[in-house]
């Protein structure tokens, strides 16, 4: 599916995925910062870098599509000229 088929409809969605994500990798950053064992500290790192890079790149996406979006819209406008 390409950029310009996906339904604007859909980022509102991905937006709130991408904030989901990015909370749940910030509860286990605290955890592992509030209950330093090595298995929080471990999944910490591994889960919460993986969910944490996951919501960036979701995020990164969302604006480029939108970004991308508005390119194609406006170049497929007439222009109007005032005369």
């Keep these: 599916m390409s950029i310009a ?3 604007a409809r859909a ?3 991905l ?3 991408s904030c989901v994500l990015g909370l749940a990798a910030i509860a286990l950053m605290v955890w ?3 209950d330093p064992r090595p298995l929080q ?3 910490a790192m591994s889960i919460g870098q993986v969910l944490g890079t996951l919501s960036l790149a979701i995020f ?3 604006v480029i599509a939108d970004l991308r979006r508005t390119r194609l819209a ?3 406008k007439p ?3 005032s005369e």
């Design 41 to 43: 500290v471990i999944l």
């Design 79 to 81: 222009e109007v000229t």
């Design 32 to 34: 592992s910062v509030a």
């Design 74 to 76: 406006l170049a497929q």
């Design 11 to 13: 980022f509102p969605r």
């Design 15 to 17: 937006i709130a995925l």
């Design 5 to 7: 088929r996906l339904p």
């Design 60 to 62: 990164a996406f969302v």
